[in-house]
C-alpha cells in the first residue's frame, strides 16, 4: 500500500487533461476571450479535465490580515472572486494542515490508548477550526485544493475514530462539493439534487485547475466509501462510471469499475493528506470484493462466491478480515466439494489472527461433512474456550479501513459464531446425538448454569427444548436423579401456564395463537420423568408420571392442519408429526411397565392404542405382536405378522420431517430390540399349510 499519511505521493500534472489544440489558457478557440460565466464543454475525456476559467483573472488584492473564524465569516457576503487569502495566510493554513496530519502519525504510532486518543481528538479539532477558517471565505480556486484536502483529512480522521460514516460525512461531502461549484457560478437549483446530482454537476463542466483533481479524487473516494457502507449501490456505481470518464458506462460490476478508476498522483508539494486517493480505492476493491463475495456465498452463487474471495485475499487485507475471508473460502470450498482446499484455508485463518472463532465452527462443520466426529468436537470444544476468551484487539488504524465498509455478519453467514452459549449448545447437542452421553449432560448441565445465571439467555432453539435435551442426556449417561432435578426446574418454570390450559385448549379450537404449543413441553417433561423413575426402579412414579402425559397430550390440539407441520428451524413450535410421536412414546411406555408388572392385558390396550394413533410407528407394532403372541391370542398376532412381514420388504423411505432432538433420543429407548428375530421365531411358529 502506498504511504497514505505523511509522505504524500509524488507524481506530475496529468497529462492527459490539456487544452484543446489551438486553444490559449486563459483565451477561447482562435484567441477569443471567453464571457464571464462561461462554460466550455469538455472534449477531453477525463472527466475532471478542466482548465483555467477564462474571461476573468484571478483576483490578486488580499486582505491586511489572515482572517480567522470569526472575520471569515463576515468576509463570506463579499462578491465572488473579489479577495483571495495572501500567499502567506495559505501558507500558514497549509503548515497547519500538514503539522495535523503529523500529529495524527504521532498518535497512531503511539502504543498509550489515552494519549493516542487525545491526540487524535485534538486533531480532530483543529481539522474542524481550521475548516471553519477556510470555509469562512468566499469560494476561490486557488484556496480550493487546500479547503478540499483539509476536508478529507477531517472526514477520514471522523469516520476512524467514530468507526463508521455517519450523516455528518454527507454533509461535509456536500459542503465540499458546494464549494467548488460556488467557483464555477453553478450552485443555484443544483442545492435540490443531492449528492448524485452535485457529483453529476461537478463533473459535467471543465473550468477549473489541474490542481484539484487529486483533491476531487479523495474526495470522491471518501463518497464511494460512504456509499457503500450504506449499500448505496446504484449511487455508488454512478459515481465510478463517472470517475472513469463514462467510457465503463454499460458496466455495472463495482470490481471492474474500481480496477478501471486510476485517480492521479499528488503533487510534491501538495498538502498533505492522512490518506490518499490510491490508498482509499485499494481499501474499496477489497471491501467490495468480500461483500459481495459473502453475499454470494449466502446466495449460494459458489462460483462467483469463490472469485470475489480470492480477489479480496489478494488485495489490500488486514489481518482480521484475511482471517474472515479465508474463512469464507473455506465455507464455499466445502460446499464445492473441495474438503481439502477448504482445510487449507481454514488453518491459515487460524494461523492468521487471534479471532478464531468463525474458521472453528467452520472446521467443525467440515469434520462432520467428512465423518470424522471426534475432530468435529474437538473443534466445538475449541470453539467454547475460544469464545471465552477476551482478545485485545488492535487499535484501528486512523484511516478509513476495510473493516469499516464491512456489515455485521448476518445469522445466515459463515462469519456468525454467536456467544459462548451457543456454541456450548452446539456441542452438546452434537455429542447426544453421536451416543457421548457422558460428555452431553455436562455440557448441558454448564449450559443450564449459564441460563440461570441470566448472562447470556439466547441459547439454542427454546429454552424448553434446552431443558428437556439435558434430561434425556442425564437418564442416558445413566443420572436419573440429576434428570428428575432438571424437569422439576422446567416444571416450576412453566407452572404459572398450567392454570391458563384449558382456556388454551378452547383457543387452540378458536384458532387464537397465544402459546398452543406449552402443553407440549409439559407432556414432554414428565415423558421424561416417568423414563427417570422406570431408571430408578420406581415403577409406579414411572406409571403416573406416563399417565399425566397422556392427559396432557391427548387434550392438546395440533396445529391447523392448513399450516402443515412446523419445520425444524421454528423455535418452539412442535410439528402434528412430533405430537403423534410423543403419544406413541408415552403409550409404549407405560405399556411396558404394565408389562413388567404383569399386566398384559392394561399393555394390550396402549399397544394397541399407539399403533392407531401413530400407524408408521414399527416399534408399537413389533411391542403388539409380542404382546398377543403372549396371551396367546394366535390369529390377531398372525394378521399382525403378515402386515409387519410385508412393511419389511418394502423401500424405506427417509422421513421427511424431523423431531426434536430430546424426542429422537427417547425413542431409541423405546425400540423394539431385535424385530427380525421376532419375525422368525413366529413364523416357525406358525402352521405349515395344507396341502390339497
Known amino acids: 500500500m502506498e504511504e497514505a499519511g505523511v509522505g504524500a505521493a509524488t507524481g506530475s500534472r496529468r497529462e492527459s487533461i490539456s487544452p484543446v489544440k489551438g486553444e490559449s489558457p486563459l483565451l477561447g478557440p482562435r484567441g477569443e476571450q471567453r464571457s464571464c460565466g462561461g462554460v466550455r464543454k469538455r472534449r477531453d475525456p477525463s472527466p475532471l479535465g478542466w482548465g483555467p476559467r477564462r474571461g476573468r483573472a484571478y483576483p490578486a488584492t488580499a486582505p491586511s490580515r489572515c482572517p480567522g473564524p470569526a472575520s471569515a465569516t463576515a468576509s463570506h ?126 463533473f459535467g463542466y471543465s473550468s477549473l485547475l489541474l490542481e484539484l483533481l487529486p483533491a476531487l479524487h479523495l474526495l470522491a473516494g471518501l463518497q464511494a466509501a460512504l456509499w457503500l457502507s450504506t449499500d448505496s449501490l446504484g449511487d455508488l456505481t454512478f459515481l465510478l462510471q463517472t470517475l472513469n470518464g463514462n467510457q465503463s458506462e454499460a458496466s455495472e460490476n463495482l470490481l471492474l469499475l474500481l480496477k478501471t478508476w486510476s485517480p492521479p498522483a499528488e503533487e510534491s508539494d501538495a498538502p498533505l493528506t492522512l490518506q490518499n486517493a490510491r490508498g482509499l480505492r485499494d481499501v474499496l476493491l477489497t471491501a467490495s470484493a468480500y461483500r459481495q463475495g459473502l453475499q454470494e456465498l449466502i446466495t449460494g452463487s459458489l462460483p462467483t462466491a469463490l472469485s470475489s474471495l480470492q480477489e479480496a485475499a489478494s488485495g489490500l487485507c488486514p489481518r482480521p478480515v484475511l482471517v474472515q475471508v479465508y474463512t469464507a473460502l473455506g465455507t464455499c470450498l466445502r460446499k464445492m466439494g473441495n474438503p481439502q482446499r477448504a482445510l487449507l484455508y481454514l488453518v491459515a485463518a487460524l494461523k492468521g489472527g487471534s479471532t478464531w472463532g468463525p474458521p472453528l465452527l467452520e472446521a467443525s462443520r467440515l469434520y462432520r461433512q467428512l465423518g470424522n466426529t471426534a475432530a468435529e468436537l474437538e473443534s466445538l470444544e475449541l470453539l467454547v474456550e475460544a469464545l471465552n476468551v477476551t482478545h485485545s484487539s488492535e487499535a484501528p488504524q486512523l484511516l478509513i479501513e476495510v473493516e469499516l465498509l464491512l456489515p455485521r455478519p448476518h445469522p445466515a453467514s459463515p462469519l456468525h459464531c454467536g456467544t459462548q452459549s451457543q456454541a456450548k449448545y452446539l456441542l452438546a447437542s452434537r455429542c447426544l446425538e453421536v451416543g457421548r452421553a457422558e460428555d452431553a449432560a455436562e455440557h448441558y448441565l454448564d449450559l443450564l448454569a449459564l441460563m440461570l445465571d441470566g448472562s447470556e439467555p439466547k441459547v439454542g432453539p427454546c429454552i424448553p427444548e434446552v431443558f428437556l435435551e439435558a434430561a434425556a442426556a442425564l437418564i442416558q449417561a445413566g443420572r436419573a436423579q440429576d434428570a428428575l432435578t432438571v424437569c422439576e426446574e422446567l416444571l416450576s418454570r412453566t407452572s404459572s401456564l398450567l392454570p391458563k390450559m384449558p382456556q388454551l385448549w378452547e383457543d387452540a379450537r378458536k384458532g387464537i395463537k397465544e402459546s398452543p404449543h406449552c402443553p407440549s413441553w409439559v407432556s414432554a417433561t414428565y415423558l421424561l ?75 394390550l390396550q396402549d399397544f394397541l392404542l399407539s399403533v392407531q394413533m401413530c400407524p408408521g410407528h414399527q416399534d408399537a407394532s413389533f411391542h403388539l405382536l409380542q404382546t398377543l403372541r403372549r396371551m396367546d391370542r394366535r390369529d390377531e398376532a398372525t394378521a399382525l405378522w403378515w402386515r409387519l412381514e410385508a412393511q419389511t420388504k418394502l423401500p ?26 421376532l419375525l422368525e421365531e413366529f413364523q416357525t411358529s406358525l402352521p405349515e399349510p395344507c396341502d390339497l
Open 529 to 603: 420423568q416417568g423414563q427417570a423413575w422406570v431408571q430408578l426402579g420406581a415403577q409406579k412414579e414411572a406409571i403416573s408420571e406416563f399417565s399425566r402425559c397422556l392427559e396432557l397430550l391427548f387434550r392438546a390440539t395440533p396445529k391447523d392442519k392448513e399450516q402443515g407441520p412446523a419445520s425444524s428451524g421454528e423455535k418452539g413450535c412442535v410439528s402434528d408429526v412430533a405430537l403423534q410421536q410423543l403419544r406413541a412414546a408415552a403409550l409404549i411406555s407405560r405399556g411396558l411397565q404394565w408389562v413388567a408388572s404383569g399386566q398384559d392385558t392394561k399393555a
Open 77 to 202: 457576503q463579499t462578491p465572488l472572486g473579489s479577495s483571495v487569502p495572501h500567499a502567506s495566510c495559505l501558507d500558514l493554513w497549509r503548515e497547519k494542515n500538514d503539522q495535523l496530519v503529523r500529529q495524527v502519525k504521532v498518535a497512531q504510532d503511539s502504543r498509550l490508548s489515552l494519549r493516542r486518543q487525545q491526540l487524535a481528538q485534538d486533531a480532530l479539532e483543529g481539522f474542524r477550526g481550521l475548516l471553519h477558517s477556510l470555509r469562512g471565505l468566499p469560494a476561490a480556486v486557488p484556496v480550493l485544493p487546500l479547503e478540499l484536502t483539509v476536508t478529507c483529512n477531517f472526514i477520514t480522521l471522523r469516520a476512524s475514530l467514530a468507526q463508521g460514516f455517519t450523516e455528518d460525512q454527507a454533509q461535509d461531502i456536500q459542503q465540499g462539493l458546494e464549494r467548488v461549484l460556488e467557483t464555477q457560478e453553478q450552485l443555484g437549483p443544483r442545492l435540490e439534487c443531492g449528492l448524485r446530482g452535485l457529483w453529476d454537476s461537478i
Open 652 to 677: 424405506q423411505e427417509n422421513a421427511a420431517w424431523s423431531l426434536p432432538l430430546y424426542l429422537e433420543t427417547y425413542l431409541g429407548w423405546i425400540c423394539f430390540p431385535d424385530r427380525e428375530t
